[in-house]
């Protein structure tokens, strides 16, 4: 295209989430609008799709078919865990040059930002012009400087209608199906965990309990908890990370898994929820149900945020506006304005302060025991999930 | 009331579903019309309510309260799964006469529909006036004699989505993550499992391969079906039913199970899903991912089927007409009209033909190689879940 400065090259990593092709779309329909930007280039597989020399053009695509892709969840491009190293750093290069690439915007997390800072590095050093604004994208929520990330309140959304509605299960077996564990994803950080407190809305409503990695309980607390909750209300439904601790760095179970215990000889460690609904049926004699949705938290497109899906269109378009704007690196990120209700401004970090870090739950959202979040986080998460939950009731206990 | 016959009593049984408290309020709707119907009592805890002699008033609820159960998932007079024996008919009886109780709705499956019978076998046999008029539901859609049971097609839906959804997460992981296992419920019936054919909308699409109890299929070859499948397109997404089986009668990997597997030296079972997880790392070398809802099929209101919601209300309002109209006995079920469009029309079957009986998934349902659902099973199961599912798009696949 004459008057282009140079073609741009979009790419998606990690795990998929229901709202990473929203901030795809949003990427793609913010550069169609700058002159300076020529071609527009999707990267099959991300950085692999870089690396060899596969691309797809996103320009040629109907309006039609880019607007369809937002409403599709996963990651229309395809995904990648590939690290570079600077083995890599030549090739790159040669292809950046090959297919005049100035502008480059990776969607994704944490090691997606280390990708993003490698690529930047490499370019400068080569003094090769390139434009590196990446998308932030996670589940985990665990992305350091912005309020929150894409990706996380759709999974969250999805955790608290999961949690809510099995514990309406459990509520209905009565002493047929007393416990009730949900598995969620986070090995490390406990965000989506918590999410799941955002299901009660009176009390006595599911979760009971949340544990998360960031607050080990000891294995007797979480018995005690339990039991104690189980003899109070006769029902308990847990909300447990699949990182969640014993002990710090100790996930639950990690001494107990026993070596060759599969039916192939080898060592197969069951996750935490396997663990602890051993641990529970051996210690209180009772059969505790797990659900394990495990990628539905991140995939099931009935569950997304409306929230979250127009933010991930919008930290899409704000990269592209920052490149075309001369900014030469930085991930996009979410600042919540200081209220009444609930906004994000965007922002821009240095790719140094996301990259390969992470963000924890900050100690003053959890509870003092360990096994709630606090009203805190809740203020913090509610506005994400976009709005209350559809309502439901209860009949009176009332009894003739 | 003046004028009345005798009191109603509605209870719910077996697993609770998102359907059921539809039904609960088109028994409830109806019954409040017909004047020779006395007090409303929901039994709380089914068939065990009944014994304790604790009901709700649901005459007394307000019409909006009603309204709300049936847009709230699970069993809203909680549920049982207590077998009646002939010591507790005496108790029954005095019960029945203590509240006056004429008709009597349970709602439930095949077990329920034993209960239902044994109900109206011991009036009958003490010369007690008693209608007993019950309600189909159960995700497993096993009843004899109805087209399909209310609870069914939500759960259909649940399954369908899900299998689609993550089928778009494993596609865009490429060679990071090519299997995955979807284990569904129905440990004796693959109906649910079926529903994940659904999904597929293009030849390429998720499910791959469907695996159910009806259809045995041997261990080597269901290693060769998956390799087969990784070798043509680099992925395979399966639908495996908690039951599905790998000889007549035997469910996969019942020789497998270790002995003393678990934390507490408990003889700890895998189910089938990690059991074919077990087996195809071992066989193909390739870690298999596994989402196990479990509950959450049953339970999230968020999936339900339009069509499902309100033919669980009709085939409860149903009921309590017949009863009205002087019938003793019998279940309620869909009668498929034959079309063009899909429509239900309502007949009653005999508790004898339903109770303690199990329809399976007819031969002509799944294909020659026991991995897939036939065009036959489409057909049917396609107009339950209530119409197509939101439309996803994808990018065309060729490279610049």
């Avoid at 080569?126 to 932030?136: K, R």
Wanted: glycine share 10%.
């Amino acid at each position: 295209m004459s008057g282009a400065k140079g073609n741009l090259a979009v790419g998606q990593s990690g795990g998929p989430t229901v709202a990473i092709n929203s901030s795809l779309c949003g990427v793609i329909q913010e550069a169609r609008s700058h002159d300076e930007i020529g071609e527009i280039y999707g990267m099959v597989h991300g950085i692999e799709g870089l690396l060899k020399d596969r691309f797809i053009d996103l320009r040629r695509h109907p309006v039609e078919v880019i607007e369809g892709v937002r409403k599709t969840p996963s990651a229309a491009l395809g995904t990648a865990r590939y690290k570079v190293t600077p083995d890599d750093y030549e090739r790159i290069l040669e292809v950046l040059k090959l297919r005049n690439i100035r502008y480059i915007h990776y969607i994704g997390g944490n090691d997606s930002a280390d990708t993003s800072l490698r690529l930047r590095k490499l370019a400068s050093d080569a003094g090769y012009e390139l434009h590196v604004i990446a998308v932030p994208k996670t589940v985990d929520n665990d992305l350091c400087v912005t309020d929150h990330c894409p990706g996380y309140p759709s999974a969250a959304r999805f955790v608290t209608m999961a949690i809510r509605d099995t514990g309406r299960d459990t509520e209905a077996m009565g002493h047929y199906g007393p416990l009730k564990l949900l598995e969620i994803m986070g090995r490390n950080a406990g965000w989506l965990t918590a999410a799941a407190a955002l299901a009660r809305e009176e009390e006595g409503d599911a979760p009971h309990l949340v544990y998360l990695p960031e607050r080990p309980v000891s294995i007797e607390q979480l018995v005690e908890d339990v039991k104690n909750c189980y003899e109070e209300r006769g029902r308990v439904v847990i909300a447990m990370s699949e990182g969640a601790q014993e002990a710090p760095g100790k996930t639950f179970g990690e001494d107990y898994a026993p070596v060759d215990m599969d039916a192939f000889g080898h060592r197969m460690k069951g996750g935490v929820g396997e663990f602890v609904v051993a641990l529970l049926r051996d210690r209180l004699g009772i059969k505790v149900r797990m659900d394990k949705p495990n990628y539905l938290q991140r995939s099931m497109m009935i569950c997304a945020s409306p929230v979250d899906l127009e933010e991930a269109y919008r930290v899409g378009r704000e990269a592209v506006r920052e490149a075309a704007a001369g900014r030469m690196e930085g991930m996009i990120t979410l600042v919540r304005d200081p209220g009444p209700g609930y906004h994000c401004s965007l922002g821009v970090a240095a790719l140094e302060e996301i990259a390969n870090k992470e963000k924890k739950l900050p100690a003053e959202f959890m509870n003092e025991a360990g096994n709630y979040p606090t009203e805190a986080f809740l203020s913090y998460a509610r506005p994400l999930i976009g709005g209350p939950l559809p309502p439901y009731t209860r009949l009176s206990k009332q009894f003739v």
